[in-house]
């Protein structure tokens, strides 16, 4: 066999062996409180054995192209990442309106709001490559405050991240069973989490004992990692490619810290 041939079988062996490994994605229908459900997983199969797993909940526009794209950078890294669905099977939109009436009426109720994002955890802990004693959480805008919610509901996970999302303090005189460490990264220049309601975040996250960090990035508006952000037509959006790439490096710093055995 000349040296060609044995080239040309240990480069398509090589190729098989790449087109069967790298991240794998699928949707999963789930339901909550009689709403049809459908959440997407992503993973890398190239790693074998349980590995942490990240929850990640959606902006209020729903489980779009940009939260499946976050779902997937974090299976790149070696997380198992499912991005869950709080609106139903195919409700996402374009439209401030709807967005606001979908995330209304899911913040009506604090227990079913929890409720459902519960419901999108135990799709996660399903998975046969999680590892269920390393679950983290992380959301952007609406998600930010859902993943707060998910903290203060004495949840067992590691840790939840807010990308520019409302500062919810914790329930006064209700935060001993919390279980989660909080990483908030919010935009300086934010209209909806101006100075004062930062202030009044940070004097009731410091009576609250919990361990929390804070991170405000200069000149970012709401909605700060979210390529599409300028294109909404709404003033106090704006994409950050500084603050984008700088939170998830303070996203990863926190997830090593957090899942270190």
């Not at 794998?24 to 959440?39: A, D, F, M, Q």
């Not at 992380?138 to 998910?150: A, D, H, M, P, R």
Request: net charge positive; charged share 20%; aromatic share 10%.
């Amino acid at each position: 066999m000349n040296k060609r041939i044995i080239l040309s079988i240990m480069l398509t062996l090589i190729f098989a062996a790449s087109a069967q490994a790298g991240v794998v994605t699928k949707t999963i229908p789930y339901s909550h409180n009689g709403e049809n459900l459908e959440g997407y997983l992503a993973y890398d199969s190239s790693i074998k054995g349980r590995r942490p797993a990240v929850l990640i909940v959606h902006e209020w526009w729903g489980l779009n192209k940009y939260v499946r794209m976050r779902a997937e950078k974090l299976a790149a890294l070696g997380y198992v990442a499912f991005a869950l669905d709080m609106y139903g099977k195919g409700k996402v939109t374009e439209h401030p309106k709807q967005a606001g009436e979908w995330s209304k009426k899911i913040r009506q109720n604090v227990q079913s709001w929890r409720g459902r994002a519960l419901a999108g955890l135990a799709i996660l802990k399903k998975q046969p490559q999680t590892d269920t004693n390393r679950i983290a959480a992380i959301g952007y805008c609406f998600g930010g405050s859902t993943v707060q919610q998910l903290a203060y509901g004495g949840t067992d996970i590691r840790g939840v991240v807010s990308f520019h999302g409302s500062l919810l303090a914790p329930p006064e005189g209700a935060t001993s069973g919390v279980k989660a460490r909080v990483l908030i990264c919010s935009g300086a220049a934010d209209p909806f989490n101006g100075p004062e309601k930062v202030q009044r975040y940070l004097t009731a996250m410091e009576a609250s004992g919990l361990d929390y960090q804070m991170i405000a990035y200069g000149g970012a508006k709401h909605g700060f990692t979210n390529p599409g952000a300028d294109k909404k037509g709404i003033a106090a959006l704006g994409y950050s490619k500084s603050a984008d790439e700088r939170s998830w490096r303070h996203m990863r710093d926190f997830f090593d810290e957090i899942f270190a055995r």
